[in-house]
């Protein structure tokens, strides 16, 4: 089983930009569609954005516009890119893999971004 690790969170001050990195153990490209999810302090985790082998993209409504996921299947690595940065997006953030339509089976450890105001 593919085995995820993020990096590239961090603190940060509203209006600022961060990029998170999600590296898998295997080939990325094995994979249909990968995801970056969030959790704020204490709320549920909620889907951010996804991006398929294609390069097909979603993202909720509250980044769009402001976020941007990427994937490079010769790193083996799935981005995000995060601009504009707002105290609301402080959150653990995870990537998740889904090998095989959008059902995920594996989360990364997650990644603490703190947007101070």
């Known amino acids: 089983q593919v085995q995820l690790v993020e990096s590239g969170g961090g603190l940060v001050q509203a209006g600022g930009s961060l990029r998170l990195s999600c590296t898998t153990s295997?080939?990325?490209?094995?994979?249909?569609?990968m995801n970056w999810y969030r959790q704020p302090p204490g709320k549920r985790r909620e889907f951010v954005a996804w991006i398929t082998r294609g390069g097909s993209t979603s993202y909720v409504d509250s980044v769009e516009g402001r976020f941007t996921i990427s994937r490079d299947n010769g790193e083996n690595t799935v981005y995000l890119q995060m601009n504009s940065l707002k105290p609301e997006d402080t959150a653990v953030y995870y990537c998740a893999a889904a090998p095989v339509g959008n059902t995920i089976t594996t989360w990364g450890q997650g990644t603490q971004v703190t947007v101070s105001a």
């Open positions: 295997g080939s990325i490209f094995s994979i249909n569609v």
